[in-house]
């Protein structure tokens, strides 16, 4: 995550200050996830100063259902104009392809990247009733109890399901996946102590486990973030490699005006990169700001696709 936002920030530093297309009406982000998450948040927090730099209203459109793949399938086939935007995550833009037997859209052929928004490790949590205090405590566990321990998750084929079965590979443990519809109700059903074990971002965890109400493990990251920095990464926690975040970015239908294009990811690294919201959104959301070129999308588009077709083979994971 550091290494993207250095990278952000260097492209940055290149973009030209202005281009020549100008939206003519209303443009629309479209969030493939309910009200009140990260992605949601995100998008909201952008629309304002992106807004005022584009001289047209920025709209914010919610439209959840089938793990974001409603919401992509619908970017994909909006008018290619620069008017209509999806601000993807791993899971519509990487994770279907792995996890559906067929998507009606593929993320690299249809969709023309404008950058990469920002990367979130995802925090692993535990109820306290289980009496662990680490990785290698839950590890230990799950080995005296195979298949005994459940963990939620936002949905199937979610970087929250699929890191905890990464988890599973590498440590050569079995807990059982049960899926809910949103971060919500999967928090809710570990506070409730209803499952065991959950991973998913900061935004959803850090609340509960102040109040008490959680214990957290490790976060998922390559290295330990520096806005949660007294967590141990699961890599540090015996499992060299282990990396599973999530991220954010940006992507418009594919054939849109590469001068749009260009107008849009200046515009967008420009709020994105913006001190004003760093207080207000980045450390708040616990995300790291990138702000990238559009090759940068596809880079990361293809690694995760070959990075995680490996874990949904191991798991045999296929959703309907």
């Keep these: 995550m550091r290494a993207l936002a250095a990278l952000g920030a260097a492209l940055a530093l290149a973009l030209p200050a202005s281009a020549e297309w100008q939206p003519t009406r209303a443009v629309k982000i479209v969030v493939p996830f309910s009200p009140g998450g990260q992605p949601d948040v995100v998008a909201r927090a952008l629309a304002e100063p992106v807004s005022k730099a584009l ?18 399938d619908y970017v994909a086939k909006s008018a290619p104009d620069g008017h209509t935007l999806l601000i993807g995550t791993n899971g519509p833009l990487a994770l279907s392809v792995v996890v559906y037997p067929s998507i009606p859209y593929d993320p690299l052929r249809d969709f023309a990247p404008v950058t990469l928004v920002g990367a979130s490790p995802n925090l692993i949590a535990v109820h306290p009733s289980l009496g662990v205090s680490s990785v290698k405590e839950l590890v230990a566990l799950a080995k005296s109890q195979p298949g005994k321990l459940n963990f939620s998750s936002v949905g199937k084929g979610s970087v929250s399901q699929l890191s905890m079965e990464m988890l599973n590979a590498v440590a050569g443990i079995r807990t059982e996946h049960i899926p809910y519809n949103g971060g919500a109700p999967a928090v809710m059903a570990l506070v409730a102590g209803d499952v065991q074990v959950l991973s998913l971002n900061p935004t959803a965890i850090i609340p509960q486990w102040q109040a008490g109400k959680l214990r957290v493990l490790a976060q998922t990251g390559a290295a330990r973030s520096a806005l949660i920095a007294d967590v141990p990464t699961v890599a540090e926690s015996g499992y060299p490699g282990f990396e599973a975040g999530v991220w954010m970015a940006i992507v418009a239908p594919a054939r849109t005006p590469p001068a749009a294009l260009e107008r849009l990811n200046a515009e967008f690294v420009r709020a994105i990169r913006s001190p004003a919201l760093k207080a207000s959104l980045w450390d708040r959301q616990w995300i790291e700001p990138v702000g990238s070129g559009p090759e940068e999308v596809t880079r990361v588009i293809r690694r995760e696709i070959d990075k995680w077709a490996s874990v949904a083979k191991a798991a045999r994971l296929q959703a309907q």
């Design 55 to 72: 001289g047209q209203p920025v709209i914010v459109e919610n439209r959840p259902g089938a793990g974001g793949n409603i919401a992509a």
